[in-house]
């Protein structure tokens, strides 16, 4: 594969790239026969190929997992995110407090409603949104608090809460990278207004690379869903004789002044998502075990550090990202990642930017931002390969190199 081709082909790292010495797997968890049949039954069996009863059985599922009261499939979590800012009424005028460590993804749906997005720093023990910053930023115009559970990290969900109801304002979860990430038992997205999931390709569990839900707390916001997520579609109601007058359905909306939108999700997806739900907990357990291993092997070497995980939290592990800290010895993580790439061979990277330093948000929101942990934690952070299944040898190819890496660096 030329040099040229593999970058075009692969931005990302994922997969196979001349030099290293980790390779991804092709697929990370490669479809089942009973999956790949679900879908090939919908091609050849369903009636309607979307809003039918597979999509009515995979929000009972997933309600089911999570103890969500009310969960409704769409088509990614991106927009999961933009139907609870819509419910939650936000618009012009508005802010929104989100943590400056995350996708862009999580920032995007409120900014394209209106609001000002108002960057939180993040809380230097568990890297997720830090309540007491949250608290500090929060002003008469705040209208909703988005913690993030990234990487799988459970933010502090009681505090949070207590902060919100103080102030009264609403909290929309967004739990793309935290299916089955637990605090007490109580899964993420149910201690919010809403909880907002990614069934992408890249997540703990898959749609055929895209898919989302959305789970809702509210008795009275839930019925609004169905039609705000279908440009405005409802049944007339009681039967009809002539059932085409005025038409087949009716058009309408309950929020004033709020246009619908279409998120929805086909029955495919929904009938392989039932299915991949039961694979969610047997596959977080193996990347609970590989994190154990990986702290395990580099307990020894104080400059890498992990998150912590609040009381009671279940950290489930979605991308392995580490800090390094080498300035005893006046070195930075691009000196640890320039060993750890070049001379070691583990193609490690660096995840995200703080959100306020892309340029997409430089010119939409502009670049301020009052976040000194998180900057500071920034520079010294960096990510493993990771996916799940990694075998023990290549646990320890992938520690011995970045311990060497240390030492090196060390002189
Ligand atoms: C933290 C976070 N939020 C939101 C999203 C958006 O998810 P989707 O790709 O399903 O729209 C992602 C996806 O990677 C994410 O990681």
Redesign the pocket.
Known sequence: MSETKNKLSDPSGRGWVAGYKVIFPAMQHPYTQEEIDAVVDVMKNAEGQTQGPRLEKFEKDFAAFTGAKHAFGVC????A?KLAGILCRVGPGDEVIVPAY??C??AIPFGDLGATIVWADMDPVTWTIDPADVERKITPRTKVIVP?H?LGIPCDMKRIMQIAKKHGVKVVE?C??ALDCRIDGQHVGTFGDFG?F???A??TMTTLG???MLTVRDDEVAPLVPGIRHNGLRAFQGARERYWVPAMSNVDIDLEGQWPQNFCIGEAQCALGSLQLKSVVPNNEILIAQDRKIRERLKDVPEISFPGVVPGGRYVVHQYVMHFDGSAFGKTRNDLLDVLTKEQGIRAIVQYYPLYRYPLFQKLVGGEADCPVTEAWWDGSFSFPWWCGIDDATIDTMCDALKASVAALKG
Do not use: M
């Open positions: 990614n979590c991106t927009d995110l995350t996708y993804a999580t993030v990234l967004d793309a990278q907002c990614s069934f992408h890249a997540k895209e898919g989302g």
